[in-house]
């Protein structure tokens, strides 16, 4: 596990409101292309002289109006929707009163990072990509999306890593009006950009006043395009596997089984381990989150130090690969839902790191804003 202190980042306090930016956006020959890696890459100071000749040439665009802009973007078969546009931050909190938070984070941040981050954004003066935020829409806020949605997009093309993008700019004061109405009372989920939106905060709380009061964002309504969770599976080099189904430890049985029998017994209330070679199940019952269980109750009782060494992987194929290669044992881990991370959220629980996968992601690069000048 990683032994850098992990701190809860602050609640954004209600209401909601996302607010129009004037957006840069690349050519769709550079989306998705490593060469825009590179681009906003070190010296960070020379990223707006990069993106100035990238504009010069053609291959950026900067808007000359400001907009909130539905997003659509399908990838490997999936499409998602999500409304862009900046949300204050100059308004958070660390005890904020149960219904006036706007945005929860449910990870844990590390202070460096966030420091680096911010550091890297400020130089750059420049919000890369928006985080990913996401929510239980109200219907009219879902009705006026297909509505912006039924017309014919701004833009539609296949970016370099095979995504298929749809943009539509919404200007129109009613619209606009409509959303903000809409969206007044939400709370959003942070599904991506936890150490992005710390980040945020702390730029606000060093530059008052000033376009850093705000920070780029795509909302997603997970009751119309939701984004897939998908399992972040663990292995621990240090962890035996035969030692813990033969030991005599207080807690759950650690039950030697067959490759197949485990791998359909995993779920919300049964955890697999395996070293590559043996199988094991593990029955935890009925429990409000796996992932919390396995940090806080079995790592523990298995004598996982807090400072050990874990590795993340997101398939089954990948874990045994890391198994293959180093040895050791993992834990294969359920898909959590969304209501299993939104409930600790609203609980003021922060989950392990890596405890969730949303996805799919949009490519790098598909709308940017430039700071400080809007």
């Not at 779920?267 to 989150?289: F, K, N, Q």
């Not at 003021?348 to 969730?356: G, I, R």
Request: net charge negative; proline share 9%; hydrophobic share 40%.
């Amino acid at each position: 596990m990683d032994s850098s202190p992990v701190v809860a980042p602050p609640y954004v306090v209600k209401p909601f409101a996302l607010q129009p930016f004037r957006a840069l956006l690349l050519s769709p020959t550079r989306v998705g292309d490593p060469s825009l890696a590179r681009t906003l890459a070190r010296p960070y100071r020379a990223v707006p002289r990069r993106l100035a000749r990238w504009e010069a040439s053609g291959l950026l665009v900067r808007e000359n109006e400001p907009a909130l802009y539905l997003h659509e973007y399908t990838a490997s078969g999936v499409t998602i929707r999500g409304l862009v546009g900046t949300v204050s931050v100059a308004r958070s909190s660390v005890t904020c009163p149960d219904g006036e938070q706007a945005i929860f984070p449910h990870e844990g941040v590390i202070p460096e990072q966030v420091t680096n981050l911010a550091d890297r954004m400020e130089a750059m003066s420049l919000n890369p990509a928006p985080i990913l935020l996401v929510h239980h829409g109200p219907p009219s806020v879902r009705a006026a999306v297909r509505e912006v949605a039924s017309r014919p997009p701004d833009r539609k093309f296949e970016d370099r890593s095979g995504q298929y993008h749809r943009m539509w700019a919404i200007r129109e004061p009613e619209m606009l009006e409509e959303l903000a109405t809409g969206l007044a009372g939400s709370h959003a989920l942070i599904a991506d950009g936890h150490h992005r939106y710390a980040a945020y905060l702390a730029l606000q709380a060093s530059m008052p006043g000033t376009p850093w009061d705000h920070g780029l964002v795509m909302l997603v309504d997970q009751d119309d395009t939701p984004l897939w969770l998908g399992a972040i599976h663990r292995t621990l080099p240090k962890l035996d596997l035969i030692r813990l189904a033969t030991a005599h430890a207080d807690g759950p049985a650690v039950d030697l089984t067959d490759e197949a029998t485990a791998l359909s017994a995993l779920g919300h209330d049964c955890l697999v381990l395996t070293d590559g070679t043996s199988w094991a199940t593990v029955r935890i019952g009925e429990v409000p989150s796996p992932v919390q269980h396995l940090h806080r109750r079995l790592l523990p009782s298995w004598g996982v130090a807090p400072d050990q060494e874990i590795g993340y992987h997101h398939s089954l194929d990948e874990t045994l690969k890391a198994l293959a290669a180093r040895r050791g044992s993992a834990v294969l881990m359920p898909a959590p839902t969304f209501d299993e991370v939104v409930n600790a959220a609203s609980a003021h629980e922060l989950l392990p790191q890596k405890a969730t996968s949303f996805q799919p992601k949009p490519s790098l690069g598909v709308l940017m804003r430039s700071l400080p000048v809007e």
